[in-house]
Structures are given as structure tokens and as C-alpha cells.
Nanobody, 119 residues
């Protein structure tokens, strides 16, 4: 099992920035990829970004490309999501997740951290 704890959410004005952190513990050696997802009220959970632990390959959703940056610190088992030029539509609960090397799906999830962007 991989335990994930998000932090860094909060209230910010449109155009502002915020950095989210996700600390991983437990069976981190089995984790291949870390991803960020978000869910706004009344909407489905959507993919935001992902990064590979091994080679650092990154994938971004079109909605955040150019504004969000995902990164990782392997020594700290921590993944970050730097968000700039925030928009009200970025308001959501943000979750980090882990995908094991042997699976095509994410199977470990954090508790989520609230990001609210005021207009």
C-alpha cells in the first residue's frame, strides 16, 4: 500500500499562484507514476497532470498546460503541483494518486486538498 497526503490548498484570487504537495509513504517502491486529479462540485473527477518517478516524463491536461507544473523529489518521495495564473474554474478538490508499475490504473489516493480561486 502507498499512503498519500496532500497539502498546500487554500483560497487565492484569480491570477494568483499556489503550490500543492503530495507526500508518499509505505510501499513507494512499487509506485511507477504519480498523478494529480481534481473534482469540482457537481462534476466528474478529471485528470490534471502526471509524472514518472523513474524518468520524469510528464503529461498535462490541455486545460492546465502552460499554467501548471508537476515535479517530483525522489529523495523525499514527494510530488508537487505548482499552479500559476489560477482561474475560478480551477476551483476543486485536488487529489494525488499513485499508479503501480504493474497496473494501468491508479490504485492509491490521498484525502484531497481544497483549492478555491475567487474571481
Amino acid at each position: 500500500q502507498v499512503q498519500l497526503v496532500e497539502s498546500g490548498g487554500g483560497l487565492v484570487q484569480a491570477g494568483g499562484s499556489l503550490r500543492l504537495s503530495c507526500a508518499a509513504s509505505g510501499r513507494t517502491f512499487s509506485s511507477s507514476t504519480m498523478g494529480w486529479f481534481r473534482q469540482a462540485p457537481g462534476k466528474d473527477r478529471e485528470f490534471v497532470a502526471s509524472i514518472s518517478w523513474s524518468n520524469g516524463n510528464k503529461i498535462y491536461a490541455d486545460s492546465v498546460k502552460g499554467r501548471f507544473t508537476i515535479s517530483r523529489d525522489n529523495a523525499k518521495n514527494t510530488v508537487y503541483l505548482q499552479m500559476i495564473s489560477l482561474k475560478p474554474e480551477d476551483t476543486a478538490v485536488y487529489y494525488c494518486a499513485s499508479r503501480p508499475v504493474y497496473s494501468t490504473r491508479y490504485d492509491s489516493w490521498g484525502q484531497g486538498t481544497q483549492v478555491t480561486v475567487s474571481s
